[in-house]
């Protein structure tokens, strides 16, 4: 459930209209709602309540500081997989000793600044990870707590641009040669071995393969108790799907049955990574018609978001619902269009096909499940300033990230010296 209703026929979040808002702002711009963030994760919270969990929010998911630290607020920790997802992350009040430290590249420099910030939770990926990791903790006289991060080669029945827990993604280490890489961290200075960590992709619809992941990894863990190592906790990841369009998909409380079922025999603390099961339905992306075009094969709706805003639907064929914000009157014929945007690419578009009520210029749209995976993933492209942000909170709302002006990304460049004079005359040419 989230909190974007209609009310007399108009889309609110929570207790602000969102026609409010695009005349305040300006479109496009994202929305989300504090009521829908703090409502998913306490669903996710008490899903896994029975289990001794702790939840650190996926911060790539939605890593607007405001957002952080509102899900901070209710007991959150953060999972974060570069510097400055870290930073966000501390800014936003999240205790170092609740953060983790995932990605399969992290930098010397990160990790370094990581163990001195007190993020000592570190999820390896690799062996060239584990010497560099070790080499800096040492050299910091800190003890970094790994888990190494297992690739138990389940296919996790995703797109295949998010699906990381097979043996030919770059993703953890296989399985196969994981006891003797713990063996080896076990000796090395700097470190404390005391996890395990598995994540098998994201948007996961089926509990099949994550049910094989977690029977694989409890195993593991317990082979690595036989072998000595004190193993404490276990990271079992993110990916729980959410609804985008009809999609049936598994409960966070079927969920954290299956968890309970898999991984409570090994009586150990255990994190959680969820993102888009948190954030995803808790944002929209508001965007103005700019034109109806009726073309000669199809009808076009070009408004003023982009694939440049939202990338999900060019990348990853990914569905996104649509509906107008003040509601089309009943018993509206639908008609056939494509949603698309300014961008000079036929692959800018955000719905193909879509059975809708019919537009007009100046008419607003909402593209829904836009909190996760949306914002973070924008990009300037066709110098198109980031859209901004704004955050709900019952009748109240704040901008939480201000919109790029086009200013603001010319500053950032500079036209070296020898072009600045009149440019010379060349000899030659095509001519
Ligand atoms: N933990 C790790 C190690 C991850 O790699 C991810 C997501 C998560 C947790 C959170 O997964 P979630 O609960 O949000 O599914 N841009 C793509 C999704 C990429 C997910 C990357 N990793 C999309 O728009 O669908």
Request: zero cysteines.
């Given at each position: 459930?989230?909190?974007?209703?209609?009310?007399?026929?108009?889309?609110?979040?929570?207790?602000?209209?969102?026609?409010?808002?695009?005349?305040?702002?300006?479109t496009p711009f994202f929305c989300y709602s504090t009521a829908t963030l703090e409502r998913h994760y306490q669903v996710f919270a008490d899903a896994v309540s029975g289990l001794d969990a702790s939840i650190c929010y996926a911060v790539k998911a939605n890593s607007n500081v405001a957002v952080i630290a509102t899900l901070a607020r209710l007991g959150a920790g953060a999972d974060v997989v570069s510097g400055g997802e870290m930073?966000?992350?501390?800014?936003?009040?999240?205790?170092?000793?609740?953060?983790?430290f995932s990605g399969v590249g992290k930098t010397r420099e990160e990790l370094a600044e990581a163990l001195k910030a007190g993020v000592t939770r570190i999820n390896v990926e690799s062996e060239p990870e584990l010497e560099i990791l070790s080499e800096v903790a040492a050299s910091l006289g800190i003890a970094a707590e790994i888990s190494i991060r297992i690739n138990p080669d389940v296919d996790a029945k995703t797109h295949e641009k998010i699906t990381t827990g097979k043996s030919e993604n770059k993703f953890g280490i296989d399985l196969a040669v994981a006891r003797d890489v713990y063996a080896r961290a076990a000796t090395m200075p700097g470190l404390e071995v005391c996890g395990v960590a598995v994540h098998i992709g994201s948007q996961l619809t089926d509990l099949a393969p994550y049910r094989e992941a977690y029977v694989r990894t409890a195993a593991f863990v317990e082979g690595l108790r036989q072998d000595g190592h004190d193993i404490r906790h276990v990271d079992l990841g993110g990916g729980l799907g959410i609804r985008y369009d009809d999609e049936e998909v598994p409960s966070p409380a079927e969920y954290g049955a299956m968890v309970t079922e898999t991984v409570s025999h090994l009586n150990c603390p255990v994190t959680f990574e969820p993102g888009r099961v948190i954030a995803g339905n808790a944002g929209v992306l508001v965007s103005r018609v700019l034109f109806v075009k009726e073309g000669l094969a199809k009808n076009f709706c070009i408004v003023d978001a982009a694939m440049n805003d939202l990338i999900r639907p060019t990348l990853y064929n990914a569905y996104h619902e649509i509906v107008p914000v003040i509601e089309a009157p009943k018993g509206h014929a639908d008609i056939n269009m494509d949603i698309v945007g300014p961008i000079c690419e036929s692959g800018d578009y955000i719905a193909k096909d879509r059975m809708m009520a019919p537009v007009d210029a100046d008419d607003l749209l909402a593209v829904?499940?836009?909190?996760a995976y949306a914002a973070v993933m924008a990009s300037t492209y066709n110098t198109r300033p980031l859209a901004p942000e704004v955050l709900v909170n019952g009748n109240t709302f704040e901008v939480i990230r201000r919109r790029f002006t086009v200013d603001d990304m010319i500053d950032l460049e500079t036209i070296p010296d020898w072009l600045s004079s009149d440019p010379p005359l060349r000899a030659g040419g095509t001519g």
């Open positions: 459930m989230d909190h974007f209703q209609y009310r007399n026929g108009e889309l609110y979040a929570e207790d602000v209209a969102l026609s409010r808002l695009a005349a305040e702002i300006g930073k966000r992350a501390l800014i936003a009040g999240v205790t170092p000793n609740r953060i983790v829904r499940t836009a909190g």
